[in-house]
């Protein structure tokens, strides 16, 4: 019978253990992304529950998955909610984003499904891949400043850094979650069952600040279990806040839990 002392094996066990445990929560603690060295392509979707064309774009949307070089957004819109279904999903601030979008671009209307590339309307994204938005989308700028989000517990920061000349900038966050699901029972989504990614369901936008000085932004995330996985994005823009210049999204559980 072999009784060799077992207590170095339990020791570098422990040892080992310990390691792994403790990079992990290193690495909780170091909730954050950086930008890449080009910005993403920012693809927003305009859409709503009660908009009977819009499933087909919803579901287009969900196809785009490769964030670090687009970034995809589903802002739902109020303004159908009058037809029998009210969009859970819809706030004031999306609509109200939108009509904002269509004042930079000096458009007649608003509609649904719109999609938005890059702050500019974006007709042909049917089917299209993430490479192939890339290419359609024009390159928001040639000096695209530096973006670095963090997270601790309910609290966000992001800093942008500076960009050479008195050009100002401005941005907004989105919180955005995914896998929602809706049993429509009224309007001309009736009998369907919708299913959403990317959906915004906070957005802040940030004022213009001088983009010749580094800037740091802060966000309190809400109390609630709905908020402790999800992603965040932040989003750096002209001083319009339609067309992009950086942008980068967080994933992460809350670090405090």
């Given at each position: 019978m072999n009784c060799q002392p077992r207590t170095p094996l339990l020791m570098a066990t422990f040892a080992a253990a310990l390691s792994i445990s403790t990079a992990q929560a290193a690495s909780s603690a170091r909730c954050e992304v950086r930008s890449g060295a080009e910005a993403p392509a920012i693809v927003e979707l305009y859409t709503s529950e009660g908009c009977s064309s819009c499933p087909p774009a919803d579901r287009w949307l969900s196809t785009l998955n490769d964030q670090r070089h687009v970034l995809p957004l589903a802002f739902h819109v109020n303004y159908w909610n009058h037809l029998g279904w009210q969009d859970r999903f819809a706030t004031p601030g999306t609509t109200q984003r939108q009509h904002q979008v269509r004042a930079v671009q000096n458009g007649?209307?608003?509609?649904?499904?719109?999609?938005?590339?890059?702050?500019?309307?974006?007709?042909?994204?049917?089917?299209?891949?993430?490479?192939?938005?890339?290419?359609?989308?024009?390159?928001?700028?040639?000096?695209?400043?530096?973006?670095?989000?963090?997270?601790?517990?309910?609290?966000?920061?992001?800093?942008?850094?500076?960009?050479?000349?008195?050009?100002?900038?401005?941005?907004?966050?989105?919180?955005?979650?995914?896998?929602?699901?809706?049993?429509?029972?009224?309007?001309?989504?009736?009998?369907?069952?919708?299913?959403?990614?990317?959906?915004?369901?906070?957005?802040?936008?940030?004022?213009?600040?001088?983009?010749?000085?580094?800037?740091?932004?802060?966000?309190?995330?809400?109390?609630?279990?709905?908020?402790?996985?999800?992603?965040?994005?932040?989003?750096?823009?002209?001083?319009?806040?339609?067309?992009?210049?950086?942008?980068?999204?967080?994933?992460?559980?809350?670090?405090?839990?």
């Open positions: 007649r209307y608003v509609y649904t499904p719109q999609v938005v590339l890059n702050g500019q309307d974006h007709r042909g994204w049917h089917g299209q891949s993430p490479s192939a938005l890339r290419q359609a989308g024009q390159s928001p700028t040639d000096t695209a400043p530096t973006l670095l989000i963090r997270r601790n517990g309910n609290q966000l920061t992001a800093t942008v850094g500076s960009i050479p000349g008195p050009a100002a900038l401005a941005g907004y966050w989105a919180v955005l979650q995914d896998g929602l699901v809706s049993r429509v029972t009224r309007g001309e989504n009736a009998g369907e069952t919708l299913t959403h990614d990317h959906v915004v369901s906070l957005y802040q936008p940030v004022p213009a600040w001088p983009g010749d000085k580094p800037q740091v932004l802060q966000l309190s995330l809400p109390e609630g279990p709905q908020f402790e996985a999800l992603r965040v994005a932040f989003v750096v823009t002209q001083p319009d806040l339609v067309r992009p210049v950086q942008g980068a999204v967080l994933k992460c559980e809350n670090p405090a839990h």
